[in-house]
């Protein structure tokens, strides 16, 4: 089936840190999706990105749509405590009844 | 409503008997998707619905899963004969449908077989 690669897995870092995380495939995408969920709750819409090489911030968060379609990242500059949480890239393929694609996430750590 | 609730939060089943989920759109959105979330944190489409209608279900099991969006209730998502490997948290979405694809969540079900 379609996958994404999601990466990194988990990261361990101090407060203040950018972070920088990444998704890739062998397929093209019409649409990337960055999710946080939080223990217990459903995945939160962080970011949408619709047009390849399409650049969107969203406060300490900055995502990209990877010019060939295949990729998109996800920045999150001077990270703080309530940033921990796993991150999820989504991707609708070309053709798909908005069926989304998902990574395995990011789980985001912050070292005390 | 302005959230897309889920109900029950925690189900706990005993090996074959029957699980009923249940999700209502945020008020407005046509499209209705259902996912299900095992240990590994992988979504795995399950089915969608726009309106009343099946709009895509790829993702169902071809046994024992079944879905419903009637008018005037909310979405179900049923079980029969639940078996330990459907264990996981199962979350429903919903969109504004056409181009407004970014869904929202639901809590989700924790759906737990014994």
């Known amino acids: 089936g379609q996958q994404l690669n999601q990466s990194p897995q988990s990261m361990f870092i101090q407060e203040g840190e950018d972070v920088s995380m990444n998704c890739t495939s062998s397929?093209?995408?019409?649409?990337w999706l960055w999710y946080k969920q939080d223990p217990g709750e459903g995945p939160v819409l962080l970011i949408a990105l619709y047009k390849a090489g399409e650049l969107t911030s969203n406060g300490r968060l900055t995502a990209q749509f990877g010019i060939t379609r295949k990729d998109s990242f996800l920045n999150i500059s001077a990270s703080i405590p309530s940033d921990v949480g796993i991150y999820f890239c989504?991707?609708?393929?070309?053709?798909?009844?908005?069926?989304?694609?998902w990574g395995a996430g990011t789980k985001l750590i912050i070292k005390p | 409503g302005e959230e897309v609730a889920q109900t029950p939060k925690h189900l706990v089943r005993g090996e074959g008997q029957k699980a009923k989920l249940y999700c209502a759109p945020i008020?407005?959105?046509?499209?209705v998707f259902w996912y299900q979330q095992v240990l590994k944190n992988e979504f795995k489409f399950l089915i969608s619905f726009q309106n009343e209608n099946v709009f895509d279900e790829t993702g169902m099991p071809k046994e024992r899963f079944s879905a419903k969006c009637l008018p005037n209730s909310p979405c179900s998502l049923e079980i029969q004969a639940t078996k330990l490997e459907d264990s996981a948290v199962y979350f429903c979405?919903?969109?504004?449908?056409?181009?407004?694809?970014?869904?929202?969540f639901g809590n989700g079900t924790r759906l737990t077989v014994t």
């Open positions: 008020k407005g959105h046509s499209y």
């Open positions: 397929s093209i995408f019409n649409t």
């Open positions: 979405a919903s969109s504004q449908g056409g181009h407004e694809l970014p869904l929202h």
């Open positions: 989504a991707g609708q393929l070309v053709g798909s009844n908005y069926q989304l694609i």
